[in-house]
């Protein structure tokens, strides 16, 4: 069976949240702790969630669409200053040529049919990697889309796309290297300020909270300098076409449980 034959009515999609229950926990939340100003996800277990259903693999990416949908509006809905999703990774590049094009197609599509309720809810997109080495449709849509929402004042949506730790640091590397031999910056001069002001994420305050789905208890290459004092949360039980903003929720009241000394006593 192809993916284009497989209809989400086949399965029982996960239960939401009736709405005044939803508006209950928000309040909690808000209430019960400081909520956490940036929020990085780990979007994993598509291919997992497919295979268990006997389904193509590239299936489990079309359903995770709708959990990128529920977070994004549970996080505005929320307050949150920034939410970052590891979408696509430099190492994806060594998936099936298939589900590379399956990929690429979900995310140029998706920058399409999205954008209009981004901007309506004042959501602001932005993209965080080697963007320049994605295809020219994927470029193109990306492009249209950062332009619609820039000045969206709400809350602040990173993609992480091509994006690596490592090549991170290296471009960095790379950009200050470039100020001292042009004479704009002394050797003496890097210091942890300089070297997070070039990276992708300036600006921006680090992740306090990492979510990752699906059991796998590791951060692959995803924002190591910006991680140094996040907050973790294993989702193990769930895989992410099946997260939704219950599971959010759970993870932030956990972190508010959390005594965060960053180093100190």
Same mark, same amino acid.
């Given at each position: ?8 009515? =086949? ?6 949240? &009736? ?7 928000? !309040?909690?939340?808000?209430? !019960? ?65 298939? /589900? ?8 140029? &599509?998706?920058?399409?049919? /999205? ?25 193109? #849509?990306?492009?249209?889309?950062? #332009? ?19 090549? /991170? ?12 031999? /042009? ?5 003496? =001069?890097? &210091?942890? =300020? ?36 996040t907050e973790i949360c294993f989702v193990a039980e769930v895989h992410w076409p099946d997260f939704r903003r219950q599971h959010l929720y759970e993870a932030i009241a956990a972190y508010q449980r959390r005594q965060r000394r960053f180093g100190g006593a």
């Amino acid at each position: 069976m192809s993916s284009l034959e497989v209809s989400p009515k =086949e399965y029982a999609p996960v239960a939401k949240l &009736d709405a005044e229950e939803d508006q209950r926990i928000r !309040q909690q939340l808000k209430e !019960q702790g400081e909520l956490p100003r940036h929020i990085a996800i780990i979007m994993d277990g598509d291919r997992r969630w497919a295979v268990e259903r006997s389904l193509p693999k590239t299936e489990g990416h079309r359903y995770g669409r709708e959990s990128v949908r529920d977070v994004v509006r549970a996080c505005g809905q929320l307050g949150i200053d920034v939410l970052t999703l590891y979408t696509f990774s430099t190492e994806n590049w060594s998936r099936s040529k298939e /589900e590379v094009q399956t990929l690429m197609q979900w995310l140029r &599509d998706s920058l399409r049919d /999205e954008v209009p309720e981004l901007h309506q809810n004042n959501v602001r997109l932005n993209a965080i990697g080697r963007t320049g080495e994605l295809p020219g449709a994927v470029r193109i #849509a990306l492009k249209g889309a950062l #332009a619609k929402t820039r000045d969206n004042t709400g809350l602040l949506l990173n993609l992480a796309l091509n994006y690596g730790g490592r090549s /991170e640091l290296v471009d960095a590397v790379r950009q200050l290297a470039t100020q001292v031999q /042009e004479g704009h910056l002394q050797p003496d =001069e890097i &210091d942890e =300020e300089r070297i997070g002001g070039a990276l992708y994420t300036a600006g921006m305050p680090d992740p306090d909270l990492l979510i990752r789905t699906s059991g796998e208890m590791r951060l692959s290459n995803f924002l190591p300098w910006q991680m140094v004092y996040t907050e973790i949360c294993f989702v193990a039980e769930v895989h992410w076409p099946d997260f939704r903003r219950q599971h959010l929720y759970e993870a932030i009241a956990a972190y508010q449980r959390r005594q965060r000394r960053f180093g100190g006593a």
